[in-house]
């Protein structure tokens, strides 16, 4: 064999050997590498709750993993920081140093335009979508409807005996001033400004849903994991258990009087959110009856034909609203609303303990 053979075979041979490395080698490169720090750090995390009430007027639940509780304290306390930002600029009954919020936009209504932090804009454009998205069912212009029955709702609280409703009259008077339209938004002056001076922003139906999906996602963003977030009932996760395991969620049951406390149990994955609506939350009594707090904007009264409404999606936002508007739908309107979301889901209960489920809750 002359050289010139001997050359070429091994030129060959080389180039074989070269292929198969580098086949092996991107297999090797293409797969993830468990260390035994990784599994043995899983087996060390342990889950720790807490709970609080010193934000949003509410209850706020919080289930994660870690090794220890100083560190479970410190996330708690990271997520604490977010909330109280929210609850600060979305606050319509308090002021705050140094800051401008809603009250600060309803303060000057037909006034003047207020400089607002961006994260305010943002859910008054959220929440103007969820408007028109809701055929108006959830409109945050009706502040100065809400309000009368908030009064009406504190007067009851405190002095059952003398519980009374607002006057139709009234409220009808204060639905003139709930213009959609009339709330200004300035992105590039960063302002807000309601033209019509008797308006009066609430947002009650968008806001703690809204806060939790931001608060949610800013933790995602910082490597949070295994996580669930219960914001007053705007149910949130990230991750699942560290085992693997759905997140197991209990829906109260709304029937106060009943031993069952949970109507029904639902498991979410990485994502996804649980938010309830009912008459069995924020509520007074007159004359035997029960009032809620979630207002029909076409009769300005409660609505009453369901217990409680519960909407699964991927967006605590919209499934804070979506809850909202569902409640104030009759059944057959709420069922063609949810059935025309992709990726929502929705849970009708009755006053009688009657359970209806759109076509994808149960799985």
């Not at 050289?3 to 297999?27: E, P, Q, R």
């Not at 009594?285 to 029909?296: A, G, K, N, R």
């Not at 609203?321 to 309107?333: C, H, I, L, P, W």
């Amino acid at each position: 064999m002359n050289n010139k053979k001997i050359t070429n075979l091994v030129i060959a041979v080389l180039f074989i050997l070269a292929i198969i490395g580098a086949i092996f080698l991107g297999s090797f490169l293409g797969k993830k590498i468990v260390q035994p720090k990784d599994v043995n750090s899983a087996k060390e995390m342990q889950k720790f709750t807490t709970s609080f009430i010193d934000i949003f007027d509410t209850r706020t639940e919080i289930l994660g993993f870690a090794e220890n509780e100083e560190e479970f304290d410190k996330m708690v306390a990271h997520i604490k920081d977010r909330l109280i930002i929210y609850n600060n600029y979305y606050d319509i009954y308090n002021d705050y140093e140094g800051i401008n919020n809603i009250k600060t936009i309803n303060d000057n209504a037909g006034i003047a335009p207020v400089k607002v932090d961006p994260e305010i804009i943002d859910l008054i454009e959220f929440s103007k979508e969820m408007y028109y998205e809701t055929n108006g069912r959830v409109n945050i212009a009706m502040g100065s409807v809400l309000n009368i029955w908030h009064r009406y709702r504190e007067a009851g609280s405190h002095d059952p005996e003398e519980a009374e409703l607002p006057k139709l009259e009234d409220l009808k008077k204060a639905a003139e001033h709930t213009n959609i339209e009339d709330v200004i938004i300035d992105r590039e002056a960063g302002t807000v400004f309601l033209k019509d001076p008797d308006m009066r922003l609430d947002v009650g139906s968008t806001g703690k849903g809204y806060a939790c999906q931001k608060v949610m996602d800013y933790l995602r963003a910082e490597g949070y994991d295994n996580l669930l977030l219960s914001l007053g009932g705007n149910i949130s996760g990230i991750g699942r258990r560290i085992d693997g395991s759905y997140f197991n969620i209990a829906i109260q049951n709304p029937d106060l009087t009943s031993d069952e406390a949970y109507i029904e149990t639902v498991h979410i994955d990485d994502g996804q959110c649980v938010v309830s609506s009912g008459d069995y939350q924020r509520y007074y009594i007159v004359d035997d009856t029960v009032y809620c707090h979630i207002i029909d904007p076409d009769t300005l009264f409660p609505a009453n034909t369901f217990a409680a409404v519960s909407i699964i999606t991927n967006d605590s936002g919209k499934a804070d609203a979506f809850s909202t508007a569902v409640y104030n739908m009759t059944y057959e309107q709420g069922r063609e609303f949810v059935d025309s979301h992709p990726d929502v889901e929705a849970m009708w209960v009755y006053h009688d303990g009657t359970k209806v489920y759109s076509e994808g809750f149960k799985k």
